[in-house]
């Protein structure tokens, strides 16, 4: 922004947007704005010009940076009210934002930038928070605005954001010096001040008299009383329930493209799901613009108890999930012109489950969850709106026209074209180090969400979080030959991410020694981990799969091993073995479902490696004369290419076999050994 970020009301302003943002109270993730007015020296006539500061599109006031504002000319803003034709002009209007820019950088001016420019008010803060959005969701909202704030704050009833709004709402201000703020009817509040902390400290108390007034005026119980069967099962059901639930939920929600899940149980939701109330004020949906275009038109609520079977439970939600395909078209249908962009999809992204919670889905991890909380925050909204009066959210007619804006279309159009993997969900097996931590990073990088699972579970904390943890991978403690252990591990990651996608079987040990020197032990440990933990991986994510209904990737990282006889090797290699031949048993048999099941037969990768680092070098060392030091460049030496294999290495040929390209290939095993003649598959 051409030196004007370092003015010092931008530090002020991120400093105020940081506080506000960073309690969802006062506004969701990535809702509202703030912005400053101040006069700067234009760095090229040195004369003095007025800029504005505000909250760019996209980004979230919590973790606001410079980077993320716009910088505008308030002269030039203001001065488009010049050229303002009508209502009709509005999206016009908002392009021409782009002419009022100052300087380079920054981002994108938002829909409400309008609306900060307009008004006189130095410093501006426009929010989003649960209790406004209730007074301006309820029926009578403006006669509760009234009772709740007195002469402080004016309504103004609902429109689109947008260049009108923003001329209505200077008016009001101009009109009458002493208002604090607005109630923005189905929307939220905008707020202002003469000095930063003025603005903050009147959207704060603002916010706060909101929620006390909710508090003492509102209904005991505005949802009426819990329905009998839909109370919260006990934690422990409640999450088999959850796991039994997500990858079919999941399949639903992923039948036009692959979608990521999100389960929220917390305490408000399942109490929101089990009142009278639910069954009346779900379908009507949410009002905020924000919540809207997140959620969707309403969410799907499912409207069995919870003592019904699993079995009809699951027959009812695709009966369900068929009727809201068919409503979402007539509502797409009804209001759709020949200016309106093609329907985005007829899926739900919101399912709420009696007992169980809600199952929020988007095509990725952070979008999943943010949408559940955009829906938690409805809720919200909702039960202080039924506290006060009723709730009545914008129209539906008013709804389309916020999810299916023309301006809302080009910014999706300008998000970043999405990575191979993005909405897939990866879960690799000793990925705490050497091969399975690489394919695991590649996996991540390639836009997948990676739960990390090795016995160690301080390597798989470790590696998630450098994948990100959260939002983009977790770290699972697993034994893979204990079938407890492995299936409480995908139970995990099922309800974290809401299924599973790509399963890598690359768990795996070593224990070098001579037949007459192998204990039944040394057996039975490499044979639990590599065949038997290969297996049980495989059987239980697969069960996902078939729930999920969209086939999948199972890859087992074998070994060059599996095919060559070598000295010292006959436990690793014949567990190794087994690995291969799972490999083209399951290609056969999950081959109806869409299941692809592939191998790698890597070589020497001693890099990184758990294995090596184990013993396993050391004695492969002894056996063939050589310093352990030099045991990759000695592996190096006897290939066709003369190469070391690294664990990127494997790790490529692991993306290429799951990243969508070979659509068509299963029960292959690929060779990852830089040439190895006496491995060529035959």
Not at 46 to 57: A, F, I, T
Not at 483 to 495: G, P
Not at 578 to 591: F, I, M, P, T
Not at 640 to 664: I, M, Q, W, Y
Request: glycine share 10%; with cysteine; hydrophobic share 40%.
């Amino acid at each position: 922004m051409t030196g004007t970020s370092q003015a010092p009301v931008v530090a002020e302003l991120l400093g105020r947007s940081s506080r506000l943002g960073s309690d969802r109270r006062n506004t969701n993730y990535g809702g509202g704005n703030t912005s400053a007015k101040a006069v700067v020296e234009d760095p090229v006539s040195g004369d003095d010009v007025e800029l504005m500061w505000v909250k760019g599109s996209g980004g979230d006031l919590a973790t606001l940076s410079a980077d993320g504002l716009s910088a505008l000319v308030v002269d030039r803003l203001r001065g488009l009210k010049e050229v303002y034709r009508g209502e009709e002009q509005e999206d016009e209007m908002h392009e021409l934002l782009d002419f009022c820019r100052f300087g380079r950088g920054g981002a994108s001016p938002s829909i409400d930038t309008s609306m900060h420019g307009l008004l006189r008010a130095a410093h501006v803060d426009h929010l989003h928070p649960d209790a406004v959005i209730a007074l301006a969701a309820a029926a009578d909202g403006e006669e509760l605005t009234k009772q709740c704030f007195g002469e402080e704050v004016a309504w103004v009833p609902w429109r689109r954001p947008g260049f009108e709004l923003a001329l209505r709402i200077e008016r009001i201000h101009d009109s009458r010096p002493g208002l604090k703020g607005v109630v923005l009817g189905g929307h939220g509040l905008t707020a202002w001040g003469r000095t930063s902390q003025e603005c903050e400290r009147n959207s704060l108390d603002l916010i706060r008299r909101a929620e006390e007034f909710i508090r003492s005026q509102g209904r005991p119980a505005p949802l009426g009383d819990l329905r009998q069967g839909f109370g919260p099962l006990p934690e422990r059901e409640r999450i088999l329930r959850a796991a039994a639930l997500a990858p079919v939920l999941r399949g639903l929600a992923s039948s036009e493209r692959p979608v990521v899940g999100h389960w929220t149980d917390s305490e408000p939701m399942l109490d929101f799901i089990a009142r009278q109330a639910a069954p009346r004020v779900v379908p009507l949906g949410t009002s905020c613009p924000d919540h809207l275009i997140r959620t969707k038109v309403r969410p799907l609520l499912l409207d069995l108890p919870t003592d019904t079977p699993l079995e009809a439970l699951i027959a009812r939600l695709r009966e369900l999930h068929q009727e809201y395909r068919a409503d979402y078209l007539a509502y797409y249908e009804r209001y759709a012109d020949d200016t309106t962009p093609p329907m985005r999809g007829a899926d739900p992204a919101i399912f709420l489950v009696p007992g169980v919670g809600m199952f929020s889905f988007g095509g990725d991890s952070q979008t999943a969850r943010v949408a559940g909380e955009f829906y938690l925050a409805a809720v919200n909204a909702i039960r202080g709106a039924e506290a006060l009066s009723s709730y009545a959210p914008i129209s539906e007619a008013e709804k389309f026209r916020i999810e299916y804006w023309v301006l809302e279309e080009r910014k999706l159009q300008r998000r970043p074209k999405p990575k191979p993997l993005t909405g897939k969900i990866a879960l690799v097996t000793g990925a705490g180090s050497g091969i399975g931590r690489a394919i695991a990073v590649r996996l991540r990088e390639e836009g997948a969400v990676v739960a990390v699972a090795d016995v160690d579970g301080d390597s798989a904390t470790t590696v998630s979080e450098a994948l990100g943890a959260g939002d983009h991978a977790i770290g699972i403690r697993a034994d893979v030959s204990d079938e407890r252990a492995v299936q409480a591990s995908i139970d995990r990651m099922v309800t974290r991410f809401g299924g599973v996608d790509i399963v890598v079987n690359s768990a795996g040990l070593s224990i070098s020694k001579a037949l007459l020197e192998t204990t039944v032990e040394d057996w039975d440990r490499q044979h639990d981990v590599m065949a038997r933990g290969s297996f049980l991986v495989s059987k239980h994510a697969a069960r996902v799969m078939i729930a999920q209904g969209r086939g999948g990737d199972i890859l087992y990282i074998v070994s060059k091993n599996a095919v060559v006889a070598g000295p010292n090797n006959l436990a690793y290699g014949s567990a190794k073995a087994s690995q291969a031949h799972q490999v083209r048993l399951l290609a056969a048999e999950l081959g109806e479902h869409g299941i692809r099941v592939n191998g790698i037969n890597p070589d020497a990768v001693v890099q990184g490696s758990g294995i090596f680092a184990g013993g396993w070098g050391a004695e492969r060392a002894r056996i063939y004369g050589v310093a352990e030091g030099e045991l990759g460049r000695f592996y190096a030496s006897r290939t066709l290419l003369k190469r070391e294999v690294l664990p990127e290495d494997v790790a490529n040929a692991a993306f290429c076999l799951v990243s969508g390209e070979l659509t068509h290939t299963t029960g292959l095993i690929v060779p990852v050994d830089a040439g190895i003649v006496a491995a060529f598959l035959r």
